[in-house]
């Protein structure tokens, strides 16, 4: 049930660090008790099903992602790298396995749940920490420039556009005709 002994943990095994099928601790798929993350849920870092707190799949409290976002930390679905489930390079363990903490399938590596570039973890996917759709960054409902967390960035971004339009003269200027 250790770095050997399990289904895909912290070695070669098919699952987890500790003694569940494919997390670090006593969980399916994740970190401690829950099935694909760090903590105590499903797919994440705390108690909810894909992210780092409490919530469904992110951080945070919210469903999704770091604060109020759709799906992690990083680049992966629900996970801290780019796997799915994991923290390695496997699918539920640390190392070449279903779930773990490297390139899993929902671990901390580059894979659909995990924490890198996966597709709702910690980089630049779906749902992630960096340029995802409910991430961290710039993603759709992330930490960074997303839709949920920055707010104002989309008026930001108008406000700064039509202020480089009056610098360069744009705004208002009449049309040349042809000649």
Do not use: F, T
């Not at 705390?46 to 919210?62: D, L, R, T």
């Not at 999704?64 to 679905?77: K, L, M, Q, T, V």
């Not at 640390?94 to 779930?99: I, K, R, S």
Request: proline share 1%; net charge negative.
């Amino acid at each position: 049930m250790y770095r050997g002994e399990c289904e895909a943990g912290y070695g070669e095994s098919e699952v987890g660090y500790g003694e569940c099928e494919a997390g670090y601790g006593e969980s399916e798929a994740g970190y401690s008790e829950s099935e694909a993350g760090y903590g105590e849920s499903e797919a994440g870092y705390g108690e909810n099903e894909a992210g780092y707190g409490e919530s469904e799949v992110g951080y945070g409290e919210s469903e999704a992602g770091y604060s109020e976002s759709e799906a992690g930390y990083g680049e992966s679905e629900a996970g801290y790298g780019e796997s799915e489930a994991g923290y390695g390079e496997s699918e539920a363990g640390y190392g070449e396995c279903e779930a773990g903490y490297g390139e899993s399938e929902a671990g901390y590596g580059e894979s659909e749940a995990g924490y890198g570039e996966s597709e709702a973890g910690y980089g630049e996917c779906e749902a992630g920490y960096g340029e995802s759709e409910a991430g961290y960054g710039e993603s759709e409902v992330g930490y960074g420039e997303s839709e949920a967390d920055s707010r104002d960035i989309k008026k930001k971004n108008g406000k700064e556009g039509q202020m480089k339009g009056k610098k360069l003269g744009y705004e208002g200027a009449p049309r040349q005709e042809r000649k």
